[in-house]
């Protein structure tokens, strides 16, 4: 997870403060800031369970290359993708994984 690239990071950059390096590159791989990423930050990860509106989803999500979804965190909570529910991940099963969305539905 983010924890380990940012540890990985530091000692293949040699530096102490990614945050220094926010837009730049190092070794040849670019660092942005983490809503490019994982927007819904671990702490409010049951976000992604509960129904998201459009233009919401659009406005957080518009800039993010990838969606760190933190499934560790739900490891012990067991939350399900729900049919209809209008999640975000449902949303974004939906989108992204159609087929593992029809097989988990």
């Not at 989803?57 to 990838?66: H, K, L």
Request: proline share 6%; charged share 20%.
């Amino acid at each position: 997870g983010p924890k380990l690239i940012t540890r990985v990071l530091k000692r293949w950059c040699q530096m102490d403060n990614i945050g220094a390096f926010i837009g730049k590159e190092c070794n040849n791989i670019s660092l942005w800031i983490t809503d490019r990423f994982y927007p819904v930050p671990c702490p409010a990860w049951e976000k992604y369970f509960v129904p998201w509106k459009k233009n919401d989803v659009e406005r957080i999500f518009s800039a993010t290359y990838g969606a760190h979804v933190w499934n560790f965190m739900n490891s012990r909570k067991k939350k399900k993708v729900i049919a209809g529910s209008g999640s975000l991940i449902e949303h974004f099963f939906q989108l992204y994984c159609p087929t593992t969305y029809r097989n988990v539905i």
